[in-house]
């Protein structure tokens, strides 16, 4: 494990929508350093589990630890300032700002968050687009400009809900990329994916859900003994 203790960990969680029950008691952990993998179907509580997570789903039971950090406690607007950066699906740019002025908004939560000159180091596909609008980008690059985003504020572990949806395999490619970097860097991940195929390329570990609660884990190294349970799960 790339810790004794787990950065992040979770226990019993569960959440609502209104009156609508949508997690069952999810308990899951991830290590520092460590790129996890949520894997199941659409509706299975997967989104819900990372809403909850960085407290966006308020009315919720359970345990959630990060850092040293009471998270079920703690107030919407210091969860950032905990460390955890949330990228969401529908990727949460400032559609009307430039690049660079969406790169200069976000506070700074924590030190050693990249500078925007090491972020286009790193996203140089967002340098050469660094004066166009978020309107403007392609959905690649404006996946890239909001996990940049999240860079730029010194957080220590991203959430990433389905990164690649809808992205072209060329850019799916890049993105895998970026992420593997990132790991590298020693970023903590925790993501929701459908496409396994991609998520094993970056991920140390799984975790499947159904029906609102993980119902099975493992490592990469294990994948290809788990693959007649992740066709039932994923129904692929």
Sequence with gaps: MAGNAPLLSVRGLNAWYGESHALHGVDLEVFRGETVTLLGRN???????????????????????FDGHDLMHL?????????????????????????DENLVLPPVVA?????VEEIF???????ARRNSQGTKLSGGEQQMLAIARMLRTGVTMLLLDEPTEGLAPVIVQRIG??????????????????????????????????HGKVVGGFPVAELSSHMAELHEVLGV
């Design 75 to 99: 107030p919407l607007h210091r969860t950032a300032y905990a460390g955890i950066g949330f990228v969401p699906e529908e990727r949460g740019i400032f559609a009307t700002l430039t690049v």
């Design 43 to 65: 509706g299975v509580g997967k989104t819900t589990t990372l809403r909850s997570i960085v407290g966006l789903i308020r009315k919720r039971t359970g345990e959630i630890g």
């Design 177 to 210: 990329d970026l992420l593997a970097e990132l790991k590298a860097r020693g970023m903590t991940i925790l993501l929701v994916e459908q496409n396994f195929r991609f998520a094993s390329r970056i991920a140390d570990r799984f975790y499947l859900m159904e």
């Design 121 to 127: 180091e790193l996203f140089p596909n967002l340098k």
């Design 111 to 115: 030190p050693g968050g990249m500078s």
